[in-house]
């Protein structure tokens, strides 16, 4: 009798349950197999930041086309993701969703699986009060580095590939997401354009345009490397006949192999001095150099790292390109490297070394300064990261993009939705310091002028010791022309009705730029986010200096007189409306200029 009423459990057990559009049947002791009953254009995967990550097989006709890692709501849905059901014939399809453990069962049965829902539709509005107004976003999930960036001088597009997770706004599932512009402001997603395979997921890495056919695959043939991350990291190549859109792997992949963990984030540029390609690649802590003549069989040439600069972490994202010292006919070459952990302030940053480059070994010689260390940086925010450059960007411009986040708190950050943005694009260039150094410049793109919409506000006051105020909108960007008369420093403070404030000041005695987020919104997701970051302006402060910010919806960019710039995330609880300007110890003249954000 015993045996007998077991058995009928376990038959009860292992039978489906159903609603109308699923049928959920129990696989083993930490698997359901879930059947979709109705042919609809996604189903719609709920997700619960707080649950466990499971994961889900996709297999269609018997074998396994997809498997990706969710978070699947257990009690509360934070959102929904969208799973494309477009290419299959759903009568031919289960999802294999697989326990980390059997507590589930035990007390819910596949009750929290029937949250999962069907739709032909699926909304992208924004619903994010932080969502940028003019930076590049995801419609929905994650996105970390900036990755595979060219611009297309037979369109005028510039292509963006980002690491992306479709399945949640947490890193995992890593994928190339695609966007396009015509002007770096104003992005359209483009979908996934490089998905995972048997080899791993789809890491860092650049595109291309092969002109000459050198890889064998067309004349302008886009020609893709990455790292495919899976037991173990190599890289892959792929091509692309569609501008872009879409890329097929090389049949031979993977291209590059080696023994060593930390082995990605393949950079390629052609050398137009060598007549051959030139790539660097991020190998733990040091930067390797390649060269081949067809993009697939490299040669491997020497390495650079060991001695130099911020060694806190992984070397990451490297990138190599020319530039020129302003107002001179000399060129240096210039070597990204980003690093995470080691940032000056915590967490990631972009360092950079200006040496030489003969198309096989970079040289540069040893620096230290009492302001910056062993390093110098590229951006002295806390939010400026995995930066890298456009391939191919017209009228001979560096034109640079990067993550704008931080991994100490990127995955906290109070957005759900989608999570991250890139930073507003920046032109680089050389210059020298009184020092005798050579520092790369950065300034806004030109295309960031589009911005300025309507003036909201056109002051000219003198700043003391007493605050002078005036109203400010999110988002927008304000111009300051500061004289200086005998003042030692300028304070500037943008602040809402709840008492937050984000407080700037520029050190016109010592030289300095600094942003305080102490008390500027939202901080407590972190331990690492309340802080203060601080640029040295490394020439002479002069009389008159000139201030940009560019102030989005969570975050603040200050550009200062064409040679520095600081980017930092913000979270006031209610958008700041104020924006207040005094000093320290005498007076200045203020030229205060506000644009509405021109769409």
Known sequence: MKKAFAFIMLLVSIMASANDHFTFETAGELNTLVRINEQKHYVLLPIEERAPEL?????????????????????????????????????????????????????????????????????????????????????????????????????????????????????????????????????????????????????????????????????????????????????????????????????????????????????????????????????????????????????????????????????????????????????????????????????????????????????????????????????????????????????????VVAWMSNWLYANDVPTQQYRSANSLPRDLYLYKGVDGEYYVGVRASKETAALRGKKAVAASFTAASKPVSYKMEMPSVIDFIIKNQNAEAVHIAMTNARGEKTVMTYDLKEGSFTTNRIQSGKTSFSGSFAGATVTPILNKVQNTVKLTLFIDNCSVEAFGDDTWCQTNLIFPSVPYNHISVWTEEGKAQVSMTEWQISK
């Open 55 to 399: 994961w889900m097989k996709v297999i269609y006709n018997n074998k396994q086309v997809d498997k990706i890692c969710v978070r699947l709501a257990q009690n509360t849905v934070d959102y929904y993701v969208p799973y494309d059901l477009s290419r299959y014939d759903v009568r031919q399809l289960v999802l294999d969703v697989r326990l980390t453990d059997n507590r589930i069962w035990r007390r819910a049965g596949h009750e929290w699986l029937e949250k999962i829902c069907l739709s032909d539709s699926f909304d992208t509005e924004n619903v994010e009060p932080y969502r940028p107004s003019f930076h590049h976003t995801p419609a929905y999930g994650w996105m970390n580095d900036p990755n595979g960036m060219f611009y297309d001088p037979k369109t005028g597009l510039w292509h963006l590939y980002f690491q992306y997770n479709p399945y949640g706004s947490m890193w995992q599932n890593m994928t190339w997401g695609h966007s396009e512009s015509k002007d770096l402001l104003h992005w359209v997603y483009k979908g996934l354009a490089i998905v995972p395979n048997d080899f791993g997921t789809i890491f860092s890495g650049s595109c291309v345009i092969d002109h000459n056919n050198t890889a064998g695959f067309g004349e302008d043939a886009i020609i893709a490397l990455y790292t495919s991350a899976g037991e173990y990291q190599c890289q892959s190549l792929a091509y692309s006949h569609d501008g872009g859109n879409t890329f097929t792997p090389y049949e031979r992949n993977p291209i590059l192999t080696a023994d060593l963990p930390d082995f990605r984030d393949p950079n390629m540029f052609w050398n137009e001095e060598t007549q051959e390609w030139n790539l660097v690649l991020a190998c733990d802590q040091e930067m390797r150099f390649f060269t081949s003549k067809n993009l697939i069989d490299w040669k491997y040439e020497s390495a650079f790292g060991k001695g130099f600069g911020s060694h806190e972490g992984v070397w990451e994202c490297p990138d190599l390109f020319k530039l020129k010292v302003e107002g001179t006919n000399e060129e240096k070459w210039v070597l990204l490297c980003n690093i995470n952990p080691g940032g000056p302030f915590g967490g990631s940053a972009t360092q950079y070394f200006v040496g030489d480059w003969d198309g096989h070994v970079f040289s540069c010689k040893k620096y230290h300064d009492a302001k910056l260390g062993d390093s110098k940086w590229l951006d002295f925010g806390m939010d400026h990261y995995a930066t890298v450059s456009f391939s191919g960007a017209p009228e001979g411009r560096t034109t």
